[in-house]
């Protein structure tokens, strides 16, 4: 069974552009997580979906939104990129109900 | 909200030594706690879990405790190989029913020398 996917891995942007990451869930996996990982901050929970549902969201501006599609596949938005928004950004699914989540191997985005 | 401190930041023992990174949480709320393993530019790897009603758990040369009165959970790597070297995470939540928001730890640097 494939890993979660995610696309593209690396991503290089400037100031005030906007930026869309894809994430391809586990087959059969109907939950997303998005999770930012930066040196300073760590790894910091963005939102979760479910069903098409934003269920969960951290503290993040309102700059970063995301949603999700009838089969699963979850996209994230950061508008008006600032240079802090360098990171590289994880999705993790899971079977709903369950706890356990499997993460892909990220999308590095730099702005500058 | 929930808050994990994981120590140390950096580890380094030899081959074949033990290893123990422990996280404290501070949410009696939580009962779920992973623990996963980053290698370098990869997203990271759940390597062992363990829910609130279960005091240990052991999957080989990993092991799991955890103390729900002291909010505290520690990770065990018996007989250490070069290639457990990597950034280890805990991590804590309410599990599905709660949120299945993870609250992550800071982070191990785990340096297993020859």
């Known amino acids: 069974k494939a890993g979660v996917t995610q696309t593209p891995r690396y991503l290089i942007k400037t100031r005030g552009q906007q930026v869309t990451l894809s994430c391809s869930p586990i087959?059969?996996?109907?939950?997303v997580s998005w999770y930012q990982q930066t040196p300073g901050q760590g790894l910091q929970f963005l939102f979760e979906y479910f069903s098409e549902t934003q269920r969960n969201k951290g503290n993040f501006p309102g700059r970063f939104s995301g949603r999700q599609f009838s089969n699963s596949r979850s996209e994230m938005n950061v508008s008006t990129l600032e240079l802090g928004d360098s990171a590289l950004y994880l999705c993790?699914?899971?079977?709903?109900?369950?706890?356990?989540?499997?993460f892909g191997p990220g999308t590095r985005l730099l702005v500058l | 909200g929930e808050n994990v401190e994981q120590h140390p930041s950096t580890l380094s023992v030899q081959e074949g030594d033990s290893a123990v990174i422990k996280c404290t949480y501070s949410?009696?709320?939580?009962?779920?706690f992973p623990w996963y393993k980053q290698e370098l530019g990869k997203g990271p790897q759940l390597i062992i879990d363990i829910r609130s009603n279960v005091g240990e758990k052991k999957d080989q040369r990993i092991a799991v405790t955890l103390n729900k009165t002291a909010k505290h959970f520690s990770l065990h790597i018996t007989e250490t190989q070069p290639e457990d070297s990597a950034v280890y995470f805990c991590a804590a939540s309410k599990g599905a029913g709660g949120g299945n928001k993870l609250t992550f730890g800071t982070g191990t640097q785990l340096k297993v020398e020859l």
């Open positions: 087959s059969g996996h109907r939950s």
């Open positions: 949410d009696s709320a939580s009962n779920y």
């Open positions: 993790a699914s899971s079977l709903w109900g369950e706890e356990t989540q499997y």
